[in-house]
């Protein structure tokens, strides 16, 4: 195990004049010094604690060895800033945790302080890690079985076992994940262990599935109830609860009833406190979602390829009708359904509804007819979207499970026009609005209704697919873009994904598949996208602040990013690039 933190529980300190700072008891420092015994304090340590802690927030929000230096200069300014250099802590773990190894985690001085803390589980399974050589890396394929390993799934218990994480007293938050391509475990008793710190708030965990050690065929969950793992002291009052999978998947061969069970009796605790959760829809306890009430949740996503073909209710989203105060709803399914059927009577189930995210939408859903006043944001693309699959031509992402998951292509053009039409009765009220589209005869058409629909969008995500069998075309002009959007008065930010042509190719690297290299993000982004995001911004309205374009990447996609500005007699607009940064996903 290993911390990014380093400990300075040092005595008090002694300056370079030889005066040496202490600390009462009470918290008040002073100055001691052999010829002026009666000295006052330094400039710095006459201020007040409350506008000290607001220059150690500044100073340590860019660069963390700035505030390391600081916390230097004497005991009192050392005090302050603990808990600001230790309140986020990150470990490795690469074996389980007993008595042996505790002398690996960070020294108990500043466990006090550490508010968010990430745990790398790297004992992933072998057969699920890549495989490398001494050439290019290479990855599994076709189906590779799940082997249960009871010593995998107890790599957090000894957490809970030597009450590490109780006497976290100002732990809120609390991450497990693994490598991009890997599947670890954790037990049942470790996770609801975890779950029960009552301090605790917010908890991920990403690419792990719940095992049960108490067989030695963990198959037999399928067919047996559930154990009783409940901590005596209940489950802590989380806010915000999310599961994730990834792109890696669920490994083949695990019985995901056992977790879809495990979820079921955490999520009916977590229910009454929960405002955020997010599930992967494999192991999504569907029938625990429906029957549950969820007076607090404002955020609801499910994610993923679904453990059948077809969903246990054709109209999932509207079983939820326990979630009066939903906020935001994202469902993002390999596969397409209808949330809203025709001659459906009842009320919309979430009045106060601000953001809804929907792959693989239909014209035929009357779900759009029937969105409430209230919404602002909407997203329709398909999931995984199709438009990523370009950026693996010229490389290989690294997500090995990326080939076997589903996918639908996007909806063509005139499709999406249909459903956009759908919302007429809410489109002024939109502000935000990313949608995805297969080229085809109304293109044109599709993004002139956007722009005189929507005359509210402050901002608008575009992603262009051309179909596979269509013959080869010239590089699409962001004049017809920016032409159709000109009318939009209150853009401020403009996002696109279309075809680069002209990118580089990615470059070999011994011992690894073809990556991408900074080099190249930067020499292209600010030679030819930087003009092309000039000349957009001279086409939009002055409101226009963000233009970026979506770019290949090794592992995932990112943007480039650029601010507007206005020069000159105040009618030149130029573009400056500012960064890249990975696309959501």
């Known amino acids: 195990m290993h911390t990014s933190n380093d400990a300075h529980c040092s005595p008090d300190r002694v300056d370079a004049s030889g005066a040496a700072f202490?600390?009462?008891?009470?918290?008040?420092?002073?100055?001691?010094?052999?010829?002026?015994?009666?000295?006052?304090?330094?400039?710095?340590?006459r201020l007040s604690n409350d506008v000290l802690l607001i220059i150690i927030e500044m100073v340590g929000t860019p660069k963390m060895h700035d505030l390391d230096a600081l916390s230097r200069t004497c005991t009192h300014m050392h005090g302050l800033c603990k808990p600001y250099i230790f309140r986020e802590c990150s470990l490795g773990l690469y074996y389980a945790i007993t008595l042996d190894t505790l002398e690996r985690l960070p020294p108990s001085c500043v466990w006090p302080h550490i508010r968010y803390l990430r745990l790398r589980n790297a004992c992933a399974h072998k057969e699920l890690l890549l495989v490398g050589s001494w050439g290019p890396i290479t990855y599994p394929k076709g189906p590779i079985e799940y082997t249960p390993n009871p010593e995998l799934g107890i790599m957090y218990d000894g957490l809970l076992t030597h009450s590490i994480l109780r006497n976290m007293q100002s732990l809120q938050s609390i991450c497990l994940y693994t490598g991009r391509d890997n599947v670890s475990d954790i037990s049942l008793a470790a996770l609801e262990g975890i779950l029960s710190i009552p301090h605790l708030r917010k908890f991920k965990m990403v690419n792990h599935v719940i095992f049960w050690p108490g067989s030695d065929d963990v198959h037999?969950?399928?067919?047996?109830?559930?154990?009783?793992?409940?901590?005596?002291?209940?489950l802590a009052p989380l806010t915000s609860f999310v599961y994730e999978?990834?792109?890696?998947?669920?490994?083949?061969?695990?019985?995901?009833?056992?977790?879809?069970?495990?979820?079921?009796?955490?999520?009916?605790?977590?229910?009454?406190?929960?405002?955020t959760l997010r599930l992967p829809s494999i192991y999504a306890p569907f029938d625990t979602l429906i029957e549950t009430h969820w007076p607090l949740l404002r955020e609801l996503t499910i994610q993923g390829e679904h453990q059948s073909d077809t969903p246990s209710s054709p109209f999932i989203a509207l079983s939820f009708v326990n979630m009066p105060n939903l906020r935001a709803l994202n469902l993002e399914l390999t596969h397409r359904g209808i949330l809203w059927p025709v001659g459906h009577a009842a009320p919309f189930p979430w009045p106060v509804l601000e953001h809804l995210t929907l792959s693989h939408p239909s014209p035929d859903d009357y779900i759009f007819s029937h969105l409430p006043p209230s919404i602002r944001s909407l997203s329709l693309h398909s999931w995984p979207t199709q438009s990523y699959d370009n950026y693996r031509k010229n490389g290989q992402m690294s997500m090995s499970a990326w080939q076997r998951l589903r996918k639908a292509p996007p909806l063509p053009s005139s499709t999406m026009l249909r459903v956009l039409r759908a919302c007429s009765d809410v489109a002024g009220h939109l502000a935000c609005l990313h949608v995805e589209y297969l080229v085809d005869a109304d293109e044109d058409a599709l993004l002139q209704f956007i722009t005189s629909a929507f005359p509210s969008l402050t901002e608008l995500e575009v992603h262009r697919a051309r179909p596979e069998d269509t013959s080869a075309e010239p590089s699409w002009k962001l004049e017809t873009l920016g032409s159709a959007c000109a009318a939009l008065k209150q853009l401020r930010s403009l996002y696109v994904h279309a075809d680069l042509r002209d990118y580089p190719d990615a470059i070999r690297i011994p011992r690894r598949a073809r990556y991408f290299v900074d080099e190249q993000h930067e020499w292209y982004a600010t030679n030819k996208l930087l003009d092309e995001a000039t000349a957009l911004a001279c086409m939009l309205a002055p409101s226009v602040r963000t233009i970026a374009f979506l770019t290949p990447d090794n592992a995932w996609p990112r943007w480039a990013i650029y601010s507007v500005h206005t020069v000159g007699d105040g009618k030149e607009r130029v573009?400056?690039?500012?960064?890249h940064r990975e696309a959501r996903r």
């Open 575 to 579: 573009a400056q690039y500012l960064e």
């Open 22 to 45: 202490t600390s009462s008891k009470a918290g008040e420092v002073s100055l001691l010094s052999k010829d002026h015994p009666g000295a006052q304090l330094p400039p710095l340590l």
């Open 245 to 275: 999978v990834g792109m890696a998947g669920v490994p083949p061969g695990y019985p995901a009833d056992f977790a879809s069970q495990a979820l079921s009796t955490i999520l009916r605790r977590l229910a009454p406190s929960l405002s």
């Open 220 to 234: 037999v969950a399928d067919t047996q109830p559930l154990p009783t793992q409940a901590s005596d002291e209940g």
